[in-house]
């Protein structure tokens, strides 16, 4: 599933290539993606998205230098960082993806559920190099853990909490939605993916965390996004 945030106007005609996990290198390398990661034997890794622009001929890797290309390339079109705003919006991205690694309480909840989404060939590998580092998953969170492990993963979105609160307006620069926003929805509906719509987890996320913040904040995105299966 690919989910697609308020594509430029004259950018739209776009086809998706779907890519398994242990793919990426072969399928990236050829089209000479910018790297987003260096492994442990220095060889490059990548992530997704990336798009290839055929207009230009340029490949983008990582959400933050795609938007940043799309806006200059295409400045005619509805702008989601607001002039001026560029190294805010950046510090802001940072931040939050910062506060959400150092929090650890994600990922006990989070890998075991993106696996079991994952096709075949892409769990096998994600649940590889993953219980490299942290061990079996399902391990992550024994029964007895449970409780206070998902009361720190609800206390990770106070810092998030936090800076909404301080905005002037629903979004975080006011009434217009921006790529801020946006970094924080997509966050959200990977978490409505992995955990299902129907889920106690994305129920308890989107209706109780943050007095129901956070299924509000979807739900007014919906006419902007399009899922492309």
Sequence with gaps: MITVYDIPSSAQAFFP????????????????????????????????????DEKTGRTISDSWKIIQYLEEEY????????KGARALTGVFVESFEDTIDRSGSWEPWTLPATCKILHSKSAAYFRMTRERHVGKLEDLVRS???????????????????????????????????????VVISWLRWLKVI???????????????SGGQWGKLIAGQSGYITVVE
Excluded: C
Aim: net charge negative; aromatic share 16%.
């Design 195 to 209: 955990f299902g719509e129907d889920s106690e987890r994305w129920k308890d996320i989107s209706e109780r965390f």
């Design 75 to 82: 400045p005619e079109t509805r702008r989601l960082i607001p």
């Design 17 to 52: 290539t779907w890519v398994e996990w242990p793919d990426m290198a072969d399928v990236f390398g050829p089209l000479n993606a910018p790297s987003t990661w260096t492994r442990k034997d220095g060889s490059p890794g990548y992530s997704v998205p990336v798009i290839h």
């Design 144 to 182: 007895e853990e449970k409780e206070g492990k998902w009361a720190a993963f609800e206390k990770s979105f106070e810092w998030i909490e936090g800076k909404y609160k301080e905005a002037e307006g629903t979004y975080l620069m006011g009434e217009q939605v921006t790529f801020a926003d946006i």
